[in-house]
């Protein structure tokens, strides 16, 4: 049985800060790769933010290189975005993912999905 519980969104300002928790319930979670994306209204999900079993190397989508940092503790089989200098455009339900042949940057690629947590940034 595997599960994902994003938790951490909510509403903030423009400019503001915000962090996501990815909680696992994966025996061998130290052994997945873990992906961040996102679904606005009315848009396809779109990639965000990707690390690798060890952390070592993570992968982001342009719009938010520089704001956004991925990180894991698998030692609490969790994984972190931490969301700064936030936009309006970045308002959409987050969603993490885990893969076991990751890291990829294609949601086909992962195998376990969250239920979402919502991110609303305002002007």
């Known amino acids: 049985q595997v599960q994902l519980v994003e938790s951490g969104g909510g509403l903030v300002q423009a400019g503001g800060s915000l962090r996501l928790s990815c909680a696992a319930s994966i025996r061998t979670f130290s052994s997945y790769a873990v992906g961040w994306f996102r679904q606005a209204p009315g848009k396809e999900r779109e990639f965000v933010a990707t690390i690798n079993w060890s952390g070592g190397t993570t992968y982001y989508v342009d719009s938010v290189k520089g704001r956004f940092t991925i990180s894991r503790d698998n030692a609490k089989n969790t994984v972190y975005l931490q969301m700064n200098s936030l936009k309006p455009e970045d308002t959409a339900v987050y969603y993490c993912?885990?893969?076991?042949?990751?890291?990829?940057?294609?949601?086909?690629?992962?195998?376990?999905w969250g239920q979402g947590t919502q991110v609303t940034v305002s002007s």
């Open positions: 993912a885990a893969d076991i042949s990751g890291p990829g940057v294609t949601s086909m690629e992962y195998e376990y």
